[in-house]
T-cell receptor, first 113, second 114 residues
Framework: GDSVTQMEGPVTLSEEAFLTINCTYT??????LFWYVQYPGEGLQLLLK?????DKGSNKGFEATYRKETTSFHLEKGSVQVSDSAVYFC????????????FGQGTILTVHP | GAGVSQSPSNKVTEKGKDVELRCDPI?????LYWYRQSLGQGLEFLIY????????KSGLPSDRFSAERTGGSVSTLTIQRTQQEDSAVYLC????????????FGPGTRLTVL
């Protein structure tokens, strides 16, 4: 079945540091890939997505590239801010499963001033 | 415009009681999903409704869990004879067809079973 494996956290960085959160997946079809973010006290919201190989999703300075050959969708940001502190979830939606999302376990990111 | 809303935001109940959780999706969104976020299991899919089709219940953990969607809009997730392991945040999401869909999540209902 489908599965998503995320880099274990928590991740603690200083402001302006470079961020990478690794994500790899297993899917039976040709999935769409997503990063969702959950800020403290808020609901889950979409950060970025990519729907086909070599697509790059980007938003708020975050980027992730759909790598079919390595079945990966790593999240990166060149310079994190304190306001980026949140829980990040990698997820996939297999076209055979009608949009149902399979999530990774989540990575807690804390950014210190 | 209004997003996905859920009620109640918090629910504390005693073991063995039944609970009902409500979800109001975004107007015009025909697909509706329930997920559960718990410490031990992360975020897991529970049930999916699409239009008038039969729901996909493949993620429901036991027959104590059921859900319905009335008039293609509001959905209710019911947990009968609650157990302590049912304690979690229950999230509802809705999306427009067709896929690949971007799901909009509600704020969740935090359920605590004492």
């Amino acid at each position: 079945g489908d599965s998503v494996t995320q880099m274990e956290g928590p991740v603690t960085l200083s402001e302006e540091a470079f961020l990478t959160i690794n994500c790899t997946y297993t899917a039976t079809g040709y999935p769409s890939l997503f990063w969702y973010v959950q800020y403290p006290g808020e609901g889950l919201q979409l950060l970025l997505k990519a729907t086909k190989a070599d697509d790059k999703g980007s938003n708020k300075g975050f980027e992730a590239t759909y790598r079919k050959e390595t079945t990966s969708f790593h999240l990166e940001k060149g310079s994190v801010q304190v306001s980026d502190s949140a829980v990040y979830f990698c997820a996939l939606s297999d076209p055979g499963r009608e949009g149902k999302l399979t999530f990774g376990q989540g990575t807690i990111l804390t950014v210190h001033p | 415009g209004a997003g996905v809303s859920q009620s109640p935001s918090n629910k504390v109940t005693e073991k063995g009681k039944d609970v009902e959780l409500r979800c109001d999706p975004i107007s015009g969104h025909t697909a509706l999903y329930w997920y559960r976020q718990s410490l031990g299991q992360g975020l897991e899919f529970l049930i999916y409704f699409q239009g008038n089709s039969a729901p996909d219940k493949s993620g429901l953990p036991s027959d104590r869990f059921s859900a319905e969607r009335t008039g293609g809009s509001v959905s209710t997730l019911t947990i009968q004879r609650t157990q302590q392991e049912d304690s979690a945040v229950y999230l509802c999401a809705s999306s427009k067809p067709p896929g690949p869909d971007t799901q909009y999540f509600g704020p969740g209902t935090r359920l605590t079973v004492l």
